[in-house]
């Protein structure tokens, strides 16, 4: 098609200079020169090609041009070129897809992508076109737009220099593509990972970020803020009775409390379950932190309604400041919630800071637990007996079963020293159940010897509650060559305090199988007569702290009488617990309690040691006792 164009050309411009050549000849020259015809046909020819071949160039840009523009307007993105003053050159169609603008409108208006970006981008928006227009820098950013319909979408702007031949920049070709679900789909990954799901706050993860830039932005160890580590109290029962679908419902009410109370300079994150954290830049003495912590407990403490009920909630707090109880997020944290936990687990206040000495008890905890642990697992953990006696004749009548520790490096380690730990990690399940083995295994012992006397077991709330240890217990005792008669069961009200039926039920288990049931500690728990005619129970033991009183104190006498009395009327068998002078044992039979136990008596003794009283000659009849508990 090329020789089409300059053919064109050649005929034209021979036309026409031949034309001035003919003119010359005929009307200018008296005599034909073939120069005259040479000449301009050469300068035709020249001209004509020359002209022939901006022809050509121009049908090839035009039909570059065309293929560009069939390209890029079927393109999905959003593509422009601008030259530097911001007139738009070339618009594609998909633009008003994305924008709800049309192309003329870039057209019409220079540097029209300025009016749709969005205000918070703006500052980035003008870095980017100031290194495209003035370095020619190639570069992509990722900004938001507003739409015509005032949308907003997220694009991904990617821009390049324009050159001509010599290397000079003369515009900016983009391609712009929406990234608006990439976006949302990445907030939403950045939710879950950072965010509590609940409650919408920021969750440990983000909040130890937080703490930490907090941290690497104190300029010295004059800057000081407070972390404060809150704890909702019985929060468990709330979900034990009402489901945990309520039990969400108030955490979130919680969550806007406490929300209301937080200041721009207040970080409120949620760590799972009840548990809340605050960083409180602005707090940074204990007068301050005192009296914001107050206000959050007092507004928490007000009672709300969530689905017709009324909840009448309470809280701990425990605080800890930067940089003198902690220069890093763990240490921060760990020690605001060891001052909670103290403040939950002592109840002196609902308001704790932190102190070093807490930080011993940890320390004291954690190593308690590991040495449980090894307990355990080389059974290390055996009965001691502490008898209880008939008061007029002091002959041993039964035996009361206490736990100790027979720790290879420290020896025999005391209750006090280890039962808190093992109750709360939960050790204390498999240390009841090794005492029970060791206990079994005694008093099959004792019988080869001849002697059958009654002991009485101890069972803690905690393991009560598990029926894989009442279970496991049974068991036992059923797999024992002994009679179940001679196992008696110790309780406390504490057990009662969760579901009564279930206790009921469990005390029934046993009682069904011959095993005598005593509540221990009566008189220091709650509706103590309650639970007297609610439960079965064959035992009664009266709490130390009535007998240390009897010999001076005419209250405690008169109690004293009192539960006596009851117990001859409900037929249940009175012990008194920790007798340790004469006067309270004369007092006691004064009153007609038949038995008791304590140091007065017997301190907590060895199976070997126990085995040793009992056969000699004047402990012989203890053995009959049996039967007098059972006419009893």
């Given at each position: 098609?090329?020789?089409?164009?300059?053919?064109?050309?050649?005929?034209?411009?021979?036309?026409?200079?031949?034309?001035?050549?003919?003119?010359?000849?005929?009307?200018?020259?008296?005599?034909?020169?073939?120069?005259?015809?040479?000449?301009?046909?050469?300068?035709?020819?020249?001209?004509?090609?020359?002209?022939?071949?901006?022809?050509?160039?121009?049908?090839?840009?035009?039909?570059?041009?065309?293929?560009?523009?069939?390209?890029?307007?079927?393109?999905?993105?959003?593509?422009?070129?601008?030259?530097?003053?911001?007139?738009?050159?070339?618009?594609?169609?998909?633009?008003?897809?994305?924008?709800?603008?049309?192309?003329?409108?870039?057209?019409?208006?220079?540097?029209?992508?300025?009016?749709?970006?969005?205000?918070?981008?703006?500052?980035?928006?003008?870095?980017?076109?100031?290194?495209?227009?003035?370095?020619?820098?190639?570069?992509?950013?990722?900004?938001?737009?507003?739409?015509?319909?005032?949308?907003?979408?997220?694009?991904?702007?990617?821009?390049?220099?324009?050159?001509?031949?010599?290397?000079?920049?003369?515009?900016?070709?983009?391609?712009?593509?929406?990234?608006?679900?990439?976006?949302?789909?990445?907030?939403?990954?950045?939710?879950?990972?950072?965010?509590?799901?609940?409650?919408?706050?920021?969750?440990?993860?983000?909040?130890?970020?937080?703490?930490?830039?907090?941290?690497?932005?104190?300029?010295?160890?004059?800057?000081?803020?407070?972390?404060?580590?809150?704890?909702?109290?019985?929060?468990?029962?709330?979900?034990?009775?009402?489901?945990?679908?309520?039990?969400?419902?108030?955490?979130?009410?919680?969550?806007?409390?406490?929300?209301?109370?937080?200041?721009?300079?207040?970080?409120?994150?949620?760590?799972?379950?009840?548990?809340?954290?605050?960083?409180?830049?602005?707090?940074?003495?204990?007068?301050?932190?005192?009296?914001?912590?107050?206000?959050?407990?007092?507004?928490?403490?007000?009672?709300?309604?969530?689905?017709?009920?009324?909840?009448?909630?309470?809280?701990?707090?425990?605080?800890?400041?930067?940089?003198?109880?902690?220069?890093?997020?763990?240490?921060?944290?760990?020690?605001?919630?060891?001052?909670?936990?103290?403040?939950?687990?002592?109840?002196?206040?609902?308001?704790?800071?932190?102190?070093?000495?807490?930080?011993?008890?940890?320390?004291?905890?954690?190593?308690?637990?590991?040495?449980?642990?090894?307990?355990?697992?080389?059974?290390?953990?055996?009965?001691?007996?502490?008898?209880?006696?008939?008061?007029?004749?002091?002959?041993?009548?039964?035996?009361?079963?206490?736990?100790?520790?027979?720790?290879?490096?420290?020896?025999?380690?005391?209750?006090?020293?280890?039962?808190?730990?093992?109750?709360?990690?939960?050790?204390?399940?498999?240390?009841?159940?090794?005492?029970?083995?060791?206990?079994?295994?005694?008093?099959?012992?004792?019988?080869?010897?001849?002697?059958?006397?009654?002991?009485?077991?101890?069972?803690?709330?905690?393991?009560?509650?598990?029926?894989?240890?009442?279970?496991?217990?049974?068991?036992?005792?059923?797999?024992?060559?002994?009679?179940?008669?001679?196992?008696?069961?110790?309780?406390?009200?504490?057990?009662?305090?969760?579901?009564?039926?279930?206790?009921?039920?469990?005390?029934?288990?046993?009682?069904?199988?011959?095993?005598?049931?005593?509540?221990?500690?009566?008189?220091?728990?709650?509706?103590?007569?309650?639970?007297l005619r609610q439960l079965p129970i064959d035992v009664l033991k009266i709490d130390k702290s009535f007998i240390d009183n009897i010999t001076h104190d005419d209250t405690s006498r008169a109690i004293m009488k009192a539960i006596v009395s009851i117990c001859?009327?409900?037929n249940y068998m009175p012990v008194a617990e920790g007798v340790e002078t004469e006067e309270q044992k004369e007092q006691l039979l004064q009153m007609g309690c038949p038995y008791a136990q304590g140091y007065l008596f017997y301190k907590a003794i060895s199976?070997?040691?126990?085995?040793?009283i009992l056969l000699s000659s004047e402990q012989t009849r203890a053995r009959s006792f049996i039967a007098d508990q059972e006419d009893h």
């Amino acid at each position: 098609m090329q020789w089409r164009i300059y053919l064109k050309y050649w005929l034209l411009t021979y036309l026409i200079i031949g034309s001035f050549a003919t003119v010359q000849l005929v009307f200018v020259y008296d005599e034909f020169h073939p120069q005259f015809v040479v000449i301009p046909a050469v300068v035709a020819f020249i001209i004509g090609s020359l002209l022939g071949k901006l022809a050509v160039v121009r049908e090839q840009l035009h039909e570059n041009g065309e293929r560009f523009r069939a390209v890029a307007d079927m393109a999905q993105e959003f593509i422009y070129y601008r030259n530097l003053s911001g007139e738009y050159q070339y618009v594609s169609p998909s633009v008003e897809a994305l924008t709800g603008y049309s192309a003329d409108e870039f057209y019409k208006h220079s540097n029209f992508m300025d009016r749709i970006v969005h205000p918070e981008d703006q500052a980035s928006w003008k870095r980017h076109i100031d290194d495209a227009n003035g370095e020619g820098i190639a570069e992509s950013l990722d900004i938001r737009i507003l739409t015509r319909d005032k949308q907003l979408k997220w694009i991904n702007h990617v821009s390049a220099p324009v050159v001509n031949e010599k290397g000079r920049l003369i515009g900016v070709r983009t391609a712009n593509v929406d990234i608006t679900a990439q976006k949302l789909h990445e907030e939403q990954v950045f939710r879950l990972a950072y965010y509590d799901a609940l409650t919408g706050l920021p969750n440990r993860q983000l909040f130890e970020k937080n703490l930490e830039d907090m941290i690497k932005k104190s300029s010295s160890e004059k800057d000081v803020f407070a972390v404060l580590f809150l704890d909702l109290d019985r929060f468990k029962n709330i979900n034990d009775s009402f489901g945990h679908k309520l039990g969400d419902k108030v955490l979130v009410e919680v969550t806007h409390m406490v929300e209301e109370l937080c200041g721009n300079d207040c970080l409120l994150s949620r760590f799972g379950g009840d548990e809340f954290v605050l960083i409180c830049a602005d707090v940074t003495d204990k007068y301050t932190a005192e009296s914001f912590a107050r206000k959050i407990i007092s507004k928490i403490e007000q009672p709300f309604i969530i689905d017709d009920i009324v909840f009448y909630m309470s809280a701990s707090i425990g605080v800890a400041f930067y940089p003198q109880d902690g220069s890093d997020f763990s240490t921060l944290v760990r020690n605001a919630d060891t001052a909670m936990y103290k403040s939950k687990k002592d109840m002196s206040s609902k308001i704790l800071f932190y102190h070093t000495e807490f930080g011993n008890e940890t320390t004291h905890f954690v190593t308690t637990e590991a040495e449980i642990h090894k307990g355990i697992r080389d059974k290390e953990f055996i009965p001691y007996y502490q008898p209880k006696v008939d008061i007029r004749s002091g002959k041993i009548v039964g035996l009361e079963a206490l736990a100790r520790w027979d720790n290879a490096e420290q020896g025999i380690i005391m209750p006090a020293k280890f039962i808190d730990v093992a109750e709360e990690t939960g050790q204390i399940i498999e240390i009841g159940k090794q005492v029970v083995e060791r206990v079994i295994d005694d008093m099959v012992r004792w019988s080869e010897d001849g002697i059958e006397i009654p002991v009485a077991i101890n069972v803690s709330a905690r393991q009560f509650a598990n029926s894989t240890y009442c279970n496991d217990i049974e068991s036992m005792m059923r797999e024992s060559p002994l009679s179940t008669g001679l196992i008696e069961v110790e309780i406390t009200e504490q057990v009662f305090l969760g579901d009564l039926e279930l206790a009921r039920e469990r005390i029934n288990n046993f009682r069904a199988k011959g095993v005598r049931i005593a509540l221990d500690d009566f008189g220091t728990g709650y509706s103590s007569l309650s639970y007297l005619r609610q439960l079965p129970i064959d035992v009664l033991k009266i709490d130390k702290s009535f007998i240390d009183n009897i010999t001076h104190d005419d209250t405690s006498r008169a109690i004293m009488k009192a539960i006596v009395s009851i117990c001859q009327d409900l037929n249940y068998m009175p012990v008194a617990e920790g007798v340790e002078t004469e006067e309270q044992k004369e007092q006691l039979l004064q009153m007609g309690c038949p038995y008791a136990q304590g140091y007065l008596f017997y301190k907590a003794i060895s199976a070997e040691d126990v085995r040793n009283i009992l056969l000699s000659s004047e402990q012989t009849r203890a053995r009959s006792f049996i039967a007098d508990q059972e006419d009893h």
